[in-house]
């Protein structure tokens, strides 16, 4: 992915608070409301260039590895 800390970037976590996905089926979903199936489907075809691709990715590997609740701190927390 990136070259973050291995504590990884509250601010990356921030956006996928707010980010909406720009097309598609779920255009318009905040990215972390995306379902796993759709998340999914990028695995397999590939993730778009970019920094939507880094936070599609991103929200994958959080659901992939049941760490929803790091959203739900940075929530909290503004």
Do not use: C
């Not at 070259?3 to 909406?20: D, I, M």
């Not at 905040?30 to 397999?44: G, K």
């Not at 075809?45 to 959203?71: A, C, D, R, S, V």
């Amino acid at each position: 992915m990136t070259n973050e800390p291995a504590h990884g970037n509250p601010e990356l976590l921030k956006e996928l608070l707010h980010y909406q996905m720009p097309f598609g089926k779920y255009k318009g979903h905040l990215i972390r409301s995306l379902p796993m199936s759709y998340l999914e489907w990028f695995v397999q075809k590939g993730f778009p260039t970019g920094k939507l691709g880094m936070l599609l990715q991103t929200m994958y590997e959080i659901k992939l590895n049941g760490l929803e609740y790091l959203l739900d701190g940075v929530r909290r927390s503004l």
